[in-house]
């Protein structure tokens, strides 16, 4: 059965318990404390329209949200030695020597979490992708119509995900976002763009404050900062976001409770920007 931690739940399937007030707590582990996010695009549907459009939506998202007040709610979960602050995006690479996974008899293909971090280690070790510091966090994007499995969940499916992060030997960070056309992961209005950017928004600051799971910020019982907030989306300098979990504020948001003062510019900056 898949880990209630690490994932982005189907829509509707929230990981809060009735009558459970969420509160976040850290169990001792590493945290990324100036994220150095790297992309890779993997497979040769990247290379057609509308997704390769999309490789430079999603760069400049990361360009945005890392220096964001979304990074400035986390700082709240900065422990002794472990100040988190914002981050960078440090590079990016469609990888089209091969394709994910494997093609079923519907056309489809399916790639395992096993898979993935198999091919992850080759490239590091290829220098294909940059060699991974203790802040690096991969983010690798599949293409249309390729199905992500891990822990007997499937992407896109009942009782299923949206996405998910985890290491490798506590060393090797990494999310995995699928090509999301179905319902229960779609989010905003902006289509495909506006749910990558939610679900992307949700494993980000989940690997910051929790990038080996079980070990950084959760709550056993309601997962980690995003799952709280799952499918709470909100727009961020013109981007699709979604929430998360503040214990200071007891509530979702994106950014902290103290700069709300600043709401009212922030609405100014959304409607005058282009994406």
């Known amino acids: 059965m898949q880990s209630s931690l690490r994932i982005v739940p189907i829509r509707g399937e929230s990981l809060v318990p009735a009558a459970h007030a969420p509160h976040l707590s850290y169990h001792q582990g590493h945290l990324l404390t100036a994220v150095e996010v790297y992309t890779i695009f993997w497979g040769t549907g990247w290379l057609q329209d509308p997704q390769s459009g999309l490789i430079q939506d999603l760069n400049n998202f990361f360009d945005f949200i890392l220096t964001s007040p979304l990074m400035d709610l986390l700082g ?41 971090r198999t091919a992850l280690k080759g490239w590091i070790s290829q220098s294909t992708v940059m060699q991974p510091g203790s802040n690096t966090l991969y983010f690798i994007y599949l293409p249309p119509n390729v199905v992500s499995q891990d ?23 990494y999310c995995v976002v699928p090509y999301l056309p179905c319902p229960g992961c779609q989010s905003g209005q902006n289509q495909p763009l506006d749910t990558l950017t939610e679900v992307s928004s949700h494993e980000l600051c989940e690997a910051i404050t929790d990038p080996d799971p079980f070990t950084g910020w959760n709550d056993p019982k309601s997962g980690e900062i995003g799952d709280i907030c799952n499918f709470e989306a909100a727009q961020l300098g013109g ?37």
Request: aromatic residues 6%; charged residues 20%.
């Open 76 to 116: 709240e979960y900065s422990v002794a030695g472990q100040q988190i602050g914002h981050g960078r995006r440090v590079g990016t690479k469609p990888i089209i020597t091969s394709e994910p996974g494997t093609v079923q008899h519907d056309g489809r293909r399916i790639v395992t979490d096993s898979e993935i």
């Open 151 to 173: 822990e007997g969940g499937s992407s896109c499916t009942p009782g299923g995900y949206c996405g998910y992060h985890d290491a490798i030997d506590n060393r090797i960070f």
């Open 239 to 275: 981007y699709n976001v979604q929430k998360q979990w503040s214990n200071a504020a007891g509530e979702c948001l994106t950014s902290p409770a103290s700069d709300r003062w600043l709401e009212p510019i922030l609405a100014v900056m959304m409607a005058t920007r282009t994406v």
